[in-house]
């Protein structure tokens, strides 16, 4: 009786459909490895169109940043000298005022 159930069923009688869920692990299995297929092939594409910059070109641009930052740098300096005008007491601004006239 137990040799019956444990019997694994002969090639001949196994049909040659998938069940259900074989065919949905299947399916998922098939997909995955295409988008994984699809991501190394990308990869390497984009990896073989870098653009090549001249080392002439590059040290213009590294100029023109270095130039921008020192304007930056100056305009964060006036803000902050204006800033700490405004926010001055009225008192301290007349008499550190150019003309200003002392006791």
Do not use: N, W
Not at 56 to 72: F, G, H, I, M, W
Not at 80 to 85: E, I, V
């Amino acid at each position: 009786m137990m040799a019956g159930l444990c019997r694994r069923p002969d090639l001949s009688e196994r049909s040659s459909t998938l069940d259900p869920f074989s065919f949905v692990i299947a399916l998922v299995a098939i997909v995955t490895g295409g988008r994984l297929l699809g991501r190394i092939v990308s990869r390497r594409e984009m990896r073989s169109e870098a653009p090549r910059v001249d080392h002439q070109e590059l040290d213009a641009l590294r100029a023109s940043v270095d130039d921008v930052s020192d304007r930056l740098h100056r305009l964060e300096e006036e803000r902050d000298f204006y800033r700490a005008l405004l926010e001055a007491p009225k008192g301290d601004a007349e008499k550190d005022a150019p003309g200003a006239s002392g006791p």
